[in-house]
């Protein structure tokens, strides 16, 4: 079992362009949340997907959306950049409201 | 809204000896989970140990336990026999959507 994988695992972007983050959960996970964690900070939580929609939300813009395809994968979409999402993107799967499990994360640094 | 509060941003203890990491969280939900995750500088977080809210019993994994005050809405973490290689942050975490306390940053000195 390969765990959480998530890709790319950097990635540098211009201010106003549009990136997507992928995330592939644990075998047998069917729930996948993102998370951004700026560098010093506690992961803070962006939303959570199960049965391909979105179950809960944090407090972040509508130019943070995300998607869950039939495999259980996941994608977080940011329109937009600014300079303040730059950050550690992390995903981590789950199964039936058991612990996550979290894969090595995306840093993402917009330029 | 649910919080998480970790009031201790940076500890240290040295190796063999317990040290005990602090958690407090907020909220109106009586059945919950709560979660101490570690995550060293390679940056993947790790779970620690898991405390269900309806068990009375402290929950414990080898070196690690906790003490949980439900009435006091307190999860604290305690690392006995500390290791070099436990070094690293370590974050408190409630329910299923995982929000996180903004971390300790625990050292273990040789």
Not at chain 1, 9 to 31: A, E, F, N, Y
Not at chain 1, 54 to 83: C, I, K, M, T
Not at chain 2, 1 to 8: G, L, N
């Amino acid at each position: 079992d390969a765990g959480v994988t998530q890709s790319p695992t950097h990635l540098i972007k211009t201010r106003g362009q549009q990136v997507t983050l992928r995330c592939s959960p644990k075998s047998g996970h069917d729930t996948v949340s993102w998370y951004q964690q700026a560098l010093g900070q506690g992961p803070q939580f962006i939303f959570q997907y199960y049965e391909e929609e979105e179950r809960q939300r944090g407090n972040f813009p509508d130019r943070f959306s995300g998607h869950q395809f039939p495999n259980y994968s996941s994608e977080l979409n940011v329109n937009a950049l600014l300079l303040g999402d730059s950050a550690l993107y992390l995903c981590a799967s789950s199964f039936l409201g058991n612990e996550a499990f979290f894969g090595q994360g995306t840093r993402l640094t917009v330029v | 809204a649910q919080t998480v509060t970790q009031s201790q941003p940076e500890m240290s203890v040295q190796e063999a000896e317990t040290v005990t990491l602090s958690c407090t969280y907020d909220t109106s939900e009586n059945n919950y989970y709560l979660f101490w995750y570690k995550q060293p500088p390679s940056r993947q977080m790790i779970l620690v140990i898991r405390q269900e809210a309806y068990k009375q019993q402290n929950a414990t994994e080898n070196r690690f336990s906790v003490n949980f005050q439900k009435a006091a809405k307190s999860f604290s973490l305690k690392i006995s026999d500390s290791q070099l290689g436990d070094t690293a942050m370590y974050f408190c975490a409630f329910n299923n959507d995982m929000r996180f306390g903004a971390g300790t940053r625990l050292t273990v000195k040789p």
